[in-house]
């Protein structure tokens, strides 16, 4: 009797340590399954590295832990490396989307797995999932603003495209002498439907580049003041993330400012196409602003990078000839 008791005790003992533990050693197996899966990703591996990631993220399949939400991130690469690879191959990004958004669940920031799903919905020629999956990014009102200027821009981008394919043709755009000068006169295309669509499209990129605009930081109302050189590693980081989503935006501003002068000049408009080509040119000049800001912040980061390498090439040779 003693003996069968103390047989209980013991597994009864044993079940209560290994369910305590047991999320300890899915950490460790998980963490193994990464480090090996990443090995196998370097190499080229990519069935094998889908495998041990997999692997990893069945063991938190909610992603609520560290080593799950890194699982998550790698196998969706891993299916995207390996649609890449092989285009015809669909399902594998149909996979990593899936992956991809799982991903996303738990970190709405996670600006790197939502530009690989804009990715992936264009090169499977899905426009419509394109747009729906941009639209809602950019009205996604808790994550940072820069991200949402990102959205904004691409979708307003679009919209210069269609208008451009329509303002920027030998039927449009028509070169003739204006005071000894060869000059652009921009004149109707000649299907009235054609006309429509570029208004449209001018109108619809208008609106969805000034949201973006609108999302700009206080930062970017005093760019002279931001000196490169006081700026630490991180805050250089940092601010070119914030400043590169907005130096684009002000570069569609401009074109499509550039774009409602056109109109305007089909029109027979000229008080409003000289207006509006007024106002293009101080958009590029604030474009032209936060470019070279944007352009002085990365020389400086670049030449760090380039000095850290340079010492650390001295410190090796020196090392050596001990």
């Known amino acids: 009797m003693r003996s069968s008791r103390l047989g209980i005790f013991v597994l009864l003992t044993l079940a209560v340590f290994l369910t305590t533990n047991c999320g300890y050693y899915n950490k460790v197996m998980a963490r193994k399954n990464l480090v090996d899966g990443s090995i196998a990703y370097k190499e080229r591996k990519f069935e094998v590295a889908e495998d041990l990631f997999r692997r990893a993220a069945a063991r938190d399949p909610e992603g609520e832990t560290l080593e799950g939400k ?17 285009r015809s191959n669909t399902e594998l990004a149909e996979q990593a989307i899936t992956e991809y958004k799982k991903a ?29 999956w941009v639209t809602a990014r950019a009205n996604t009102a808790d994550i940072r603003p820069e991200f949402r200027a990102e959205a904004y821009t691409a979708l307003a981008a679009k919209q210069n495209t269609c208008a451009s394919e329509i303002s920027d043709t030998p039927a449009t755009k028509k070169t003739v002498q204006r005071d000894g000068k060869d000059v652009f006169e921009y004149v109707k295309p000649a299907d009235p439907a054609e006309l429509a669509k ?11 580049i000034e949201q973006a605009i609108a999302l700009e930081p206080d930062a970017l109302k ?15 980081k940092a601010t070119l993330e914030v400043l590169k989503p907005f130096e684009s935006a002000r570069s569609y501003r401009a074109s499509l400012i550039i774009q ?10 000229t008080a409003e196409r000289d207006r509006l080509k007024n106002e293009a040119d101080q ?6 602003t936060l470019a070279d800001k944007v352009k002085d912040l990365q020389n400086e980061v670049d030449a760090r990078r380039a000095a850290a390498e340079e010492a650390e090439n001295a410190n090796k040779k020196a090392n050596a000839n001990k």
């Open 222 to 236: 005093n760019l002279a003041a931001m000196n490169p050189k006081a700026m630490s590693d991180s805050e250089l």
């Open 283 to 288: 958009a590029k000049e604030a474009f032209s």
């Open 70 to 86: 890194t699982a998550q991130v790698f196998l969706a690469r891993t299916l995207h490396s390996r649609f890449i690879g092989n």
């Open 260 to 269: 409602r002068s056109r109109l305007a000049e089909m029109d027979g408009n």
């Open 104 to 132: 996303l669940a738990n970190d709405k920031n996670d600006q790197s797995s939502y530009k690989a799903v804009a990715s992936l919905y264009e090169n499977l020629k899905k426009p419509d999932e394109w747009k729906a």
């Open 198 to 208: 570029l208004r449209a499209c001018i109108d619809e990129g208008t609106k969805l």
